[in-house]
Structure formats: structure tokens, C-alpha cells
T-cell receptor, first 114, second 117 residues
Framework: AQKITQTQPGMFVQEKEAVTLDCTYDTSDPSYGLFWYKQPSSGEMIFLIYQGSYDQQNATEGRYSLNFQKARKSANLVISASQLGDSAMYFCAMSLSNDYKLSFGAGTTVTVRA | NAGVMQNPRHLVRRRGQEARLRCSPMKGHSHVYWYRQLPEEGLKFMVYLQKENIIDESGMPKERFSAEFPKEGPSILRIQQVVRGDSAAYFC???????????????FGPGTRLTVT
């Protein structure tokens, strides 16, 4: 089974600064996808960004970028120019390319301070 | 174009009662997945269904939990004789096909928060 580790339970960041959320994963399968989701206090799961294991470039979506280091099995999320609305729980998840299940990490709570 | 819909959004049950959670997938999606999120934890896969078939229920507790996705109507997650430990958020997701070939092919609903008193 795949294992996702998020070691930072909570982080504080100043508005307009960047924040990096750590995620490491463990799989022996060469083909997989990595996802980040945001869960605000309202509870819904919002997809942010995706990285395929064979993608040559790091994924970016607006203020979100994924720092993918395949050899280290890490997929850190970088949020640039933090906004108050970024305060939420962030989950890293993975799925093997021939599978449908998403395996989630325990999450990191981000609090953006004005 | 409506997304994945779940109802109710909040459900309170007393110990021993039954809980029925409904999920209507996105239009055109015939693959449904249920996940459970216990307090302060990430989501855990429970079951994967296609229309009228359970494909993978490896994450479902062996007793009291069942799921169905009939030919007509929403997918139902049913929890019989609820206990306090069942209190959690239950998320449904749907997809067009069975594989996560990339991107956000699995779309999540808003979740149902079950509280057992």
C-alpha cells in the first residue's frame, strides 16, 4: 500500500509571503500521480494541483506550484503570495496510475496572518 | 453543470440508529467512490462502485456498513446501528472512467458530517 507522510501538523505564514508544505510518499510502482487538495473550514475538498510521475516539469497552477523531487520521493506544495483565504487544511494524496484509490496524508493546517 | 451532490450535509443519529448517506455523481459519471475522514485525519478509501456493482470494498468495515449504486438513483452508504466511533465526514467522489490517468479526474462532493450522540 502507498504511504503519504505530511510531517507538519500546522504552520503560520504572514500574508503575502510564500509557504512550503512538505509531502513525502512511498511506493515501488514507477507510475503514479500526486495531488494536493485544500479543505477550508467549510469542509469541502478542493483540488489544487496534480503531478504525474513521468512529468518532466514541475506542475504549476496560479499561485500553487509543486516541487517534485522524484529521487527523494517528495512532492512539496509551494503557495506563493499567501492570502487570508489560503487558511485551510492541505492534503497531499497519491494514486497509482492503474488504480482508482487516492491515499491521503494526515494534512497540514495553514494559518495566514494579516 | 452540477457537481457531485451529497445529502444530507449534516446528519445526527443516536447510538443504535441507522444512517443513510446519499451521493449523486456528476452527470455522465458512472464510477463512485466513498471516503471517510475521521477527526484530525486524512481521507481513507472505503468503497468503489459502478452502476449496480461493488468493485472494491476493501476499505469498508466488515460489519454494519454497506454501499450500493443502483441503476437509477443515487449511491447510498448505509451504516446500521451507529456507534460514536462512526462520527466522521463521509465524502463521495465520482469519475468518468475507472482510472486516475491524471489531473483531477476524481471529483469530490461536499461531504456529509455524521455525528453520533
Amino acid at each position: 500500500a502507498q504511504k503519504i507522510t505530511q510531517t507538519q501538523p500546522g504552520m503560520f505564514v504572514q500574508e503575502k509571503e510564500a509557504v512550503t508544505l512538505d509531502c513525502t510518499y512511498d511506493t515501488s510502482d514507477p507510475s503514479y500521480g500526486l495531488f494536493w487538495y485544500k479543505q477550508p473550514s467549510s469542509g469541502e475538498m478542493i483540488f489544487l494541483i496534480y503531478q504525474g510521475s513521468y512529468d518532466q516539469q514541475n506542475a504549476t497552477e496560479g499561485r500553487y506550484s509543486l516541487n517534485f523531487q522524484k529521487a527523494r520521493k517528495s512532492a512539496n506544495l509551494v503557495i506563493s503570495a499567501s492570502q487570508l483565504g489560503d487558511s485551510a487544511m492541505y492534503f497531499c494524496a497519491m494514486s497509482l496510475s492503474n488504480d482508482y484509490k487516492l491515499s491521503f496524508g494526515a494534512g497540514t493546517t495553514v494559518t495566514v496572518r494579516a | 453543470n452540477a457537481g457531485v451532490m451529497q445529502n444530507p450535509r449534516h446528519l445526527v443519529r443516536r447510538r443504535g440508529q441507522e444512517a443513510r448517506l446519499r451521493c449523486s455523481p456528476m452527470k455522465g459519471h458512472s464510477h463512485v467512490y466513498w471516503y471517510r475522514q475521521l477527526p484530525e485525519e486524512g481521507l481513507k478509501f472505503m468503497v468503489y462502485l459502478q452502476k449496480e456493482n461493488i468493485i472494491d470494498e476493501s476499505g469498508m468495515p466488515k460489519e454494519r456498513f454497506s454501499a450500493e449504486f443502483p441503476k437509477e438513483g443515487p449511491s447510498i452508504l448505509r451504516i446500521q446501528q451507529v456507534v460514536r466511533g462512526d462520527s466522521a465526514a463521509y465524502f463521495c467522489a465520482s469519475s468518468l472512467g475507472p482510472r486516475l490517468a491524471g489531473s483531477d479526474e476524481q471529483y469530490f462532493g461536499p461531504g456529509t458530517r455524521l455525528t453520533v450522540t
